[in-house]
C-alpha cells in the first residue's frame, strides 16, 4: 500500500516560486515513477510533469516546460515539483500520485492536493 502526502502550497505572487513536496510512504514509493497533476474547479485534472523511479527521465506538459523542474529524493521518499515564474492561470490544487506506467499512466494512488494560488 503506498500513502502519498502533498505540501507546500499557498498563495503567491505572480513571478514568484514554490516548491511542493510528496511524500511517500511504503517501499513501492521509491521503486515507483511518479507524476503531478493539477485541477481546477470546473475543469478535468490536467498532467503536469512525471518521474521515473531512480530520476534518470522526467516529462513535463507544456505549460510547464522551462518553468517546472521534478525531482525525487528516494532517500527521503520524496517527489518535489519546483515552480518559478508563477502565473495567475497555474491558481489550481495540485495532487501527486504513485504512476504504473508514466507518463501517461495509469496512476493507482493519489495524494490529497496542495493549494496553489497565484495573484496576478
Known amino acids: 500500500q503506498v500513502h502519498l502526502v502533498e505540501s507546500g502550497g499557498g498563495l503567491v505572487q505572480a513571478g514568484d516560486s514554490l516548491r511542493l513536496s510528496c511524500e511517500g510512504s511504503?517501499?513501492?514509493?521509491?521503486?515507483?515513477?511518479v507524476g503531478w497533476f493539477r485541477q481546477v474547479p470546473g475543469k478535468e485534472r490536467e498532467f503536469v510533469a512525471a518521474?521515473?523511479?531512480?530520476?534518470?527521465?522526467?516529462w513535463y506538459a507544456d505549460s510547464g516546460e522551462g518553468r517546472f523542474t521534478i525531482s525525487r529524493d528516494n532517500a527521503r521518499n520524496t517527489v518535489y515539483l519546483q515552480m518559478n515564474s508563477l502565473k495567475p492561470e497555474d491558481t489550481a490544487v495540485y495532487y501527486c500520485?504513485?504512476?504504473?506506467?508514466?507518463?501517461?499512466?495509469?496512476?493507482?494512488?493519489w495524494g490529497q492536493g496542495t493549494q496553489v494560488t497565484v495573484s496576478s
Open positions: 518521474i521515473s523511479w531512480n530520476g534518470d527521465a522526467t
Open positions: 511504503g517501499r513501492a514509493f521509491s521503486r515507483s515513477p
Open positions: 500520485a504513485r504512476g504504473v506506467g508514466v507518463p501517461h499512466g495509469p496512476y493507482d494512488h
